[in-house]
């Protein structure tokens, strides 16, 4: 077995050479005439002149050897079903959807969103759009109307797909509405509408937008449709995430180098084999559950498994009952839902038989050492942590046990990941930091590896600015997130530089929160920070000080504003941005120039010390936050 550092040496070092070797992992119709243009930095075009389909090599390829295998199993504990697709099965799906997109207009290049639960038909929709050539950009169902007209009106979508309803705890969350108020609001109107109906919520349908896939899937029980073959720049998707401006990005992804990227890391990092079994518990309008539950797994000829439903219903025992049944070798999850598991009874992670396991990977927000303790002691398989970001698709950090059998170290994400030449710096002088310990901000030089980010969509300059000016002196990816790396190279992460909040595995920006909650008539200003939980990783709070504030002289009127208040964010962004408490203030800390002290308002939130507030306007300010928190 190769060393992995030298591994890891050669994929910087030698990069066109190493990246060549790894495009032999993926299937080409033109193989590519260069492997990376770096002409013009931070833009990197990998395997320039290539054509290929991201579809042909997730589902046809494996025709040949595989066709019975299953591919795709689809099980809801909200709706108590489980259906499983072969690959066959599942290129006859994705042939019916691709047909049905293309009879509502849809061509190569155009865009088409995807908002809808965990079910089987928005794993076929996304596969139909790369099919085709077309872009898809997914949208998380528990987003609200808000923050789904936002993403309407930047990816102008020709069509739409979604569902009647998702389905969380038990309780039906109708998508219907949320989509129209969306279109509603957005400048964007996409020209047809297609409609998943699982029964589980009225609809008003509107003539001649609105289309019922079950019916036009009828008509294309036999169709036959090709795949596109893209250049391998040709973009994938987009996918939008938050950011410290209320404007969401829309992460673009190219083709060929996002294939390549991920058959690489099924390989390298999860070692995983055609024929096992894959199960992540994200949702597929996360950045996990575009490579690691739809993409990577099927690329790498796995049975991937989809899951709607939470980790406790009908038991604590759900998941290990779907590992046994299913064999599964790789499972992919998050903290939260691990510290989720250690509140319940811990006998339920006896009951079944969990040996097919080869190990359990977790991402999504920093691992703390207790919970990666718990869950090993209770599983007794490896537990691998994770980092990486929607920006670049699959992992920064971690260990490729596939290269190297190498020891997890908790608390530590692992180490830097080929292809990706990770940098500590100083924040202030842009200088490398290289001795062990020491803290600075994680950086990436560039060209990024294969399958991160172009571009943000439409907005090359915001790309440049967002993510390569922001270590002074030097073109350098910044992740905006504190690090530091110990003598043996394993990296720890210690928080955001920045206003992004990572609630249960979930980026928000506060500046969105903000602009929600601000929009209430009875509030003036406002200012949301991130406050450690134990369980959440990070929840939203909120301190506002209201235009009026002569009703809110008793506990019952405060409440009954804040109650308003996270109904509009709940209503706007949806529940995963809510926050925590909303707490009224006569004043927001700020500096004497007028610049909102956040670190002190977070510190005083967490019982921190505040540290150094000698330019701080008015000291009473924060006394009052102090005593709304309690000491």
């Not at 506060?510 to 406002?526: C, G, K, Q, Y």
Request: net charge negative; glycine share 8%; with cysteine.
């Amino acid at each position: 077995m190769t060393a992995y550092a030298d591994f890891y040496r050669q994929s910087i070092d030698h990069r066109d050479a190493f990246w060549s070797e790894q495009a032999k992992l993926i299937d080409w119709k033109t193989q590519p005439a260069q492997v990376c243009d770096y002409s013009n930095p931070p833009f990197a075009k990998w395997f320039v002149g290539g054509t290929t389909n991201l579809c042909h090599n997730a589902v046809d390829r494996h025709l040949k050897t595989r066709a019975d295998q299953p591919a795709l199993v689809a099980i809801s504990t909200e709706t108590d079903t489980e259906r499983s697709y072969s690959y066959a099965e599942l290129h006859a799906e994705v042939q019916r959807m691709a047909a049905t997109l293309q009879g509502l207009g849809v061509k190569k290049g155009d865009r088409v969103l995807i908002y809808m639960p965990m079910i089987a038909e928005a794993a076929f929709a996304m596969l139909a759009c790369v099919r085709i050539g077309a872009l898809h950009s997914v949208v998380f169902g528990g987003f609200a109307s808000g923050s789904l007209a936002s993403r309407i009106e930047d990816a102008e979508p020709v069509a739409v797909v979604s569902a009647d309803a998702g389905s969380r705890g038990g309780k039906v969350v109708p998508y219907k509405p949320l989509l129209d108020e969306a279109i509603a609001l957005s400048a964007h109107k996409p020209a047809a509408v297609l409609m998943v109906n699982r029964g589980l919520a009225p609809m008003d349908w509107q003539a001649g937008r609105d289309h019922d896939w079950a019916s036009l899937r009828e008509q294309h029980l036999n169709a036959s449709v090709p795949c596109e073959w893209v250049e391998s720049t040709h973009p994938s998707y987009t996918l939008y995430t938050s950011g410290t401006t209320g404007k969401p990005k829309g992460v673009q992804r190219d083709t060929g180098g996002y294939t390549v990227a991920l058959a690489a890391s099924m390989k390298h990092i999860f070692d995983a084999q055609a024929g096992q079994t894959y199960f992540a518990t994200s949702d597929i309008g996360w950045v996990v559950g575009h490579s690691y539950i739809i993409y990577g797994p099927l690329i790498a000829g796995m049975t991937t498994i989809m899951y709607e439903g939470l980790p406790t219903r009908p038991d604590a025992g759900v998941w290990w009952s779907i590992v046994e049944k299913y064999k599964v070798t790789h499972m992919f999850s998050a903290p939260t839902a691990v510290r989720v598991l250690k509140k319940q009874d811990p006998s339920w992670l006896k009951k079944y038989d969990v040996s097919s396991l080869k190990a359990l990977w977790l991402a999504g927000e920093p691992l703390d050492e207790p919970t990666a303790q718990w869950i090993s002691d209770a599983l007794a398989v490896p537990i691998i942590d994770n980092y990486w970001q929607t920006e670049t698709g699959w992992p920064i950090l971690t260990l490729a046990n596939g290269v190297e059998q190498q020891t997890t170290r908790f608390g530590s994400p692992g180490k830097a990941m080929y292809g990706y030449a990770v940098k500590i710096v100083d924040e202030s002088t842009g200088e490398e930091l290289t001795g062990p310990n020491q803290k600075g901000v994680v950086g990436i030089e560039g060209p990024l590896p294969p399958g991160c980010m172009q571009t943000v969509w439409r907005d090359d300059a915001r790309f440049v600015n967002t993510y390569w000016k922001s270590i002074p002196g030097r073109l350098l990816y910044s992740t905006f997130d504190w690090g530091i790396r110990d003598a043996d190279g394993y990296h720890f992460i210690l928080g955001r530089t920045d206003d992004v909040i990572n609630v249960a595995g979930h980026r928000l920006g506060t500046r969105e929160i903000e602009e929600s909650i601000a929009s209430h008539p009875n509030i003036a200003e406002v200012a949301v920070v991130g406050v450690a939980d134990q369980l959440k990783g990070q929840v939203a709070m909120a301190f506002a000080v209201a235009k009026d504030a002569s009703g809110l002289d008793s506990d019952a009127a405060r409440l009954k504003l804040e109650g308003e208040v996270m109904k509009q964010v709940d209503h706007q962004l949806g529940a995963v941005a809510r926050p925590s408490r909303v707490y009224f203030v006569n004043v927001l800390p700020k500096t004497r120039s007028g610049k909102l002290l956040r670190r002190a308002l977070q510190a005083v939130a967490e019982r921190r010390d505040p540290g150094d507030l000698t330019t701080m306007d008015d000291p009473a300010a924060l006394q009052q936050v102090k005593d709304l928190v309690g000491d």
